[in-house]
């Protein structure tokens, strides 16, 4: 079941408040875990929202390594999908994704497309060890598939979290625009210097802001329509 956006806002509203770290210090960092960047690993794999003539948002599954996943699943026991416990820790976790802007940068021709405030729908769920977060992150205005091509990059910036897509048949794309669009997947290939510095960063540090580190190792999808 996907849960009702007033749980999530909420949640969201009685977090604003506090101070919020990254996904990983907020919720999933535990002790013991490696003690160079990143410390968190999250398979994603993304779906567009489209009806024929517009991209209307992106349907995100991220599946948390299972040391990442240890204390959701602790906390959800043998608690059943659906139950409020799940419940309660979809909208935890999807409040602080939402305190990092779903961890996605849009652009279009240069200029960022803006989302909506609160996701369609969401939900956390087991898949044997792991926790996996699933949501659709909706645009705050349709874009015309036509035209210029869009890009988008999911990151944590902190490069805290190594979000990555394992290959391009992790992107997926309704029957219907198959034969007219296209999803290209760009992973960079940092130089040694810059892979050196990441792990040699220890639990506690945590690199420059100027430095955007987590971009550096960032895939970038390209979506081109015609």
Known sequence: ???????????????????????ALALFFLPGAAS?????????????????????????????????????????QNAKTGSD??????????????????FTNFYREGKPVKYLDLPS??????????????FVLPLARPQPLTGKPMEFMTFDPSYFVDM?????????????LEKRCTLALLTPKPNASLQSYALSLDKADAPPESMDLGQQFAQKVTLECH
């Open 1 to 23: 079941m996907l849960y009702r956006r007033v749980t999530l806002q909420k949640t969201r509203d009685r977090l604003s408040g506090r101070s919020m770290r990254w996904l």
């Open 36 to 76: 160079a960047h990143p410390h968190s690993f999250i398979d994603m794999q993304t779906t567009l929202v489209a009806d024929e003539t517009s991209l209307t948002g992106l349907k995100m599954v991220w599946t948390m390594d299972e040391i990442t996943s240890a204390d959701l699943l602790y906390d959800a």
């Open 85 to 102: 416990i799940w419940k309660k820790l979809a909208a935890e976790v999807m409040a602080r994704v939402l305190s990092q802007h779903y």
């Open 121 to 134: 729908e969401y939900q956390l769920s087991r898949k044997g060890d792991q926790a996996v977060l699933e």
């Open 164 to 176: 990555t897509y394992k290959d391009k048949t992790a992107l997926h794309m309704p029957p219907a």
